[in-house]
Protein backbone atom coordinates (compact mmCIF):
# COMPACT_ATOMS: atom_id res chain seq x y z
CA UNK A 1 0.00 0.00 0.00
CA UNK A 2 1.37 3.16 -0.73
CA UNK A 3 1.54 6.48 1.42
CA UNK A 4 -1.07 9.06 0.38
CA UNK A 5 0.97 12.54 -0.41
CA UNK A 6 -0.16 15.91 1.13
CA UNK A 7 0.23 18.51 -1.01
CA UNK A 8 -0.17 22.47 -0.09
CA UNK A 9 -2.39 24.37 -0.95
CA UNK A 10 0.09 26.62 -2.91
CA UNK A 11 1.00 23.57 -4.65
CA UNK A 12 -2.83 23.18 -6.05
CA UNK A 13 -3.15 26.66 -6.60
CA UNK A 14 0.24 26.62 -8.92
CA UNK A 15 -0.91 23.08 -10.89
CA UNK A 16 -4.34 24.80 -11.15
CA UNK A 17 -2.82 27.61 -13.01
CA UNK A 18 -0.52 25.70 -14.90
CA UNK A 19 -3.19 23.73 -16.36
CA UNK A 20 -5.30 26.39 -17.45
CA UNK A 21 -2.46 28.34 -18.71
CA UNK A 22 -1.34 24.99 -20.84
CA UNK A 23 -4.80 23.85 -21.63
CA UNK A 24 -3.54 20.53 -21.41
CA UNK A 25 -4.77 18.67 -18.30
CA UNK A 26 -3.53 15.24 -18.90
CA UNK A 27 0.09 16.46 -19.96
CA UNK A 28 0.31 18.91 -16.67
CA UNK A 29 -0.87 16.14 -14.42
CA UNK A 30 1.73 13.84 -15.75
CA UNK A 31 4.36 16.48 -15.90
CA UNK A 32 3.52 17.33 -11.40
CA UNK A 33 3.12 13.10 -11.39
CA UNK A 34 -0.20 13.55 -9.86
CA UNK A 35 -3.52 11.74 -11.50
CA UNK A 36 -5.42 13.89 -14.07
CA UNK A 37 -8.98 13.38 -11.78
CA UNK A 38 -6.93 14.51 -8.94
CA UNK A 39 -6.01 17.75 -11.34
CA UNK A 40 -9.55 18.23 -12.32
CA UNK A 41 -11.53 17.99 -8.77
CA UNK A 42 -9.21 20.82 -7.08
CA UNK A 43 -10.17 22.89 -10.77
CA UNK A 44 -13.55 22.45 -10.05
CA UNK A 45 -12.71 23.28 -6.32
CA UNK A 46 -11.32 26.59 -7.14
CA UNK A 47 -13.82 27.73 -9.73
CA UNK A 48 -16.73 27.21 -7.34
CA UNK A 49 -14.96 28.08 -3.86
CA UNK A 50 -12.45 30.41 -5.20
CA UNK A 51 -9.72 31.46 -2.59
CA UNK A 52 -11.34 29.36 0.27
CA UNK A 53 -10.56 25.69 -2.15
CA UNK A 54 -7.55 24.66 -0.69
CA UNK A 55 -8.05 25.44 3.28
CA UNK A 56 -5.30 22.74 4.36
CA UNK A 57 -4.79 19.79 6.31
CA UNK A 58 -8.06 18.58 5.62
CA UNK A 59 -10.05 21.37 7.47
CA UNK A 60 -13.05 22.86 6.05
CA UNK A 61 -13.48 26.07 5.80
CA UNK A 62 -16.91 27.48 7.47
CA UNK A 63 -18.84 30.32 6.90
CA UNK A 64 -20.30 32.14 10.05
CA UNK A 65 -23.28 30.82 9.99
CA UNK A 66 -22.44 27.49 10.16
CA UNK A 67 -19.61 28.37 13.29
CA UNK A 68 -22.72 29.85 14.92
CA UNK A 69 -24.30 26.50 14.35
CA UNK A 70 -21.66 24.60 15.68
CA UNK A 71 -21.04 26.33 18.27
CA UNK A 72 -24.71 26.27 19.06
CA UNK A 73 -25.19 22.60 19.08
CA UNK A 74 -22.31 22.07 21.08
CA UNK A 75 -23.79 23.73 23.59
CA UNK A 76 -26.92 22.15 23.57
CA UNK A 77 -25.28 18.95 24.38
CA UNK A 78 -24.33 20.17 27.10
CA UNK A 79 -27.04 21.93 28.45
CA UNK A 80 -28.52 18.10 27.79
CA UNK A 81 -25.97 16.50 30.07
CA UNK A 82 -26.45 19.42 32.59
CA UNK A 83 -30.57 18.74 32.81
CA UNK A 84 -29.85 14.82 33.12
CA UNK A 85 -27.29 14.96 36.10
CA UNK A 86 -29.82 17.51 37.72
CA UNK A 87 -32.57 14.92 37.27
CA UNK A 88 -30.64 12.47 38.69
CA UNK A 89 -29.16 14.84 41.50
CA UNK A 90 -32.92 16.05 42.05
CA UNK A 91 -34.42 12.42 41.95
CA UNK A 92 -31.95 11.01 44.70
CA UNK A 93 -32.17 14.20 46.65
CA UNK A 94 -36.16 12.95 47.07
CA UNK A 95 -35.58 9.93 47.71
CA UNK A 96 -33.54 11.07 50.47
CA UNK A 97 -36.07 13.46 52.61
CA UNK A 98 -38.45 10.86 51.99
CA UNK A 99 -36.26 8.36 54.61
Known amino acids: MTNRRIHTAEFKRDATQLARTSGNLSGTARDLGIHVSLLRKWMNAEQEKGESAF ?45
Request: charged share 35%; glycine share 6%.
Open 55 to 99: PGQGKQVLTPEQQEIQRLGKENEILRQEREILKKAAAFFAKETTR
